[in-house]
């Protein structure tokens, strides 16, 4: 038989990335722990880049899961009406949405994130009859081409094929050192010769998280919304990476108050690492027409059973948002520990909750230390426009015995990747 790495070589598309960091056959996981074939175990500081925000195989999750199929619940339904989707709609409206007074209607796009932003798309150009959005620099919003428009890494454009357009690039939160951005913004907005085409809407990350994890203040978000008001501009929150605790809060809304009209939600949704994506917005805003947007995969009633577990599970009270605080306190001690040991490389520690990351003058650096942390058994990711960040995303549920061996492990790693480089 062929070797189990040799079949990826031979059938599997050069569009593959992670795997070539991080080079062994992964053959089972839990909790904060991922075993290769050959036995070894990682640490897993990267958590299906957000999409384990409660650890792999969770076994509150799973054994919820395991009943229903044995069950023979309902696995495939488009959207009709199901007992596992029912449950789910009453878990989100009990956990998140009353206590937070957000009077949302749920949508379910499809299965990913992309598909939750190019519904929000879709609504809000709707809505206004307005057909330009405003997207901020570094932003990541997914890879289909309505997404892909609003993301601004060139290397990601790069593969569309096709013009990208009807969107208006602003700068992010100090994206400009010594400007504005907000007063920017306003002065686009206001002035009728500024080439800027009123838009439908704005779409916004509380933290970029593939942009480099940067983090816009709430000051900043407070002012943003209020400007959007005045000019009738809808604002989507894309928290499909920073959203479901990943800031401490359910929404990385919350912090700030914002009250968005629309939010996409993914990732961690489903809990287990099965694909979910809802889209929701203001009640008002409900007006599609039955089949105006669909997909095959939008009733994944797999992922409802295991979505409404976690809320139940997780979000009943504000034990893991405690417990978040404190993780998040301990991750950024060794971060700025390891920015005071090597200020010559570490440019800027920066991060919300457990999404943290630290920024290096050359990104051959960051690279070097996610190699040198995989061969010491942690797994570990860069982000940014150049791959500079560090970026860390642990499961929110790690034990702080695991959390504080994988800092030590990052810690070790940077020392090795600075030496080598240093060589």
């Known amino acids: ?19 070539r960091g991080w080079p062994v056959v992964f053959e089972e996981s839990y909790g904060h722990t991922v075993i290769d074939e050959s036995g070894r175990e990682y640490i897993d500081f990267f958590a299906g880049a957000g999409a384990l925000n409660y650890g792999h195989n969770n076994p509150v999750l799973k054994a919820k899961l395991l009943d229903y199929i044995s069950g023979n619940g309902i696995s495939h339904s488009l959207d009709m009406m199901t007992e596992a989707k029912s449950d789910f709609l009453e878990a989100m409206d009990e956990r998140i949405l009353s206590p937070r007074n957000l009077d949302y209607k749920v949508m379910f796009p499809g299965p990913t994130g992309t598909n939750s932003v190019e519904a929000a798309l879709k609504l809000a150009r709707q809505i206004t009859g307005r057909t330009n959005v405003i997207a901020f620099t570094n932003a990541f919003h997914g890879m289909t081409l309505g997404s892909l428009a609003l993301t ?15 969107v208006t690039r602003m700068p992010y939160h100090r994206y400009l050192d010594d400007t504005d951005t907000i007063d920017l913004l306003a002065k686009h907005l206001e002035d ?76 961690s949704l489903s809990g287990y690492g099965t694909p979910m994506a809802v889209t929701m917005f203001r009640r008002e805003l409900d007006q599609w027409e039955p089949g105006k947007h669909n997909g095959t995969f939008r009733g994944h009633n797999l992922a409802f059973v295991t979505a409404t577990a976690a809320l139940h599970e997780y979000w009943q009270d504000d034990a893991l948002t405690n417990q978040i605080k404190k993780k998040a306190n301990i991750m950024r001690g060794v971060l700025d520990k390891i920015a005071e040991q090597v200020p010559e490389e570490a440019q800027q520690v920066r991060g919300r909750g457990m999404i943290q990351g630290i920024e290096f003058k050359d990104p051959a650096t960051a690279g070097a230390i996610c190699a040198a942390a995989f ?49």
């Open 375 to 423: 061969n010491r058994g942690l797994l570990i990711e860069t982000s940014g426009a150049s791959d500079e960040v560090l970026k860390l995303l642990p499961p929110l549920t790690i034990e702080e015995s695991a959390l504080t061996q994988g800092l030590e492990i990052l810690q070790e790693s940077v020392e090795e990747a600075l030496v080598s480089i240093g060589n």
């Open 1 to 19: 038989m062929e070797h189990t790495e040799n079949i990826f070589e031979r059938l599997e598309s050069e569009v593959r990335s992670y795997c």
């Open 192 to 267: 009728t010769s500024s080439g800027v085409d009123m838009p439908a809407a704005l779409i916004l990350e509380l933290v970029q998280a593939e942009g480099g994890v940067n983090v816009a203040t709430n000051p900043w978000l407070r002012r943003l919304e209020k400007l959007l008001k005045e000019h009738g501009v809808l604002l989507i929150v894309d928290d499909i990476q920073a959203g479901c605790g990943r800031t401490g809060t359910f929404f990385s809304f919350e912090s700030a108050g914002l009250d968005p009209d629309i939010v996409c939600l993914s990732k």
């Open 152 to 166: 601004g890494n060139g290397s990601k454009r790069d593969g569309a094929g096709v013009p990208l357009g009807n």
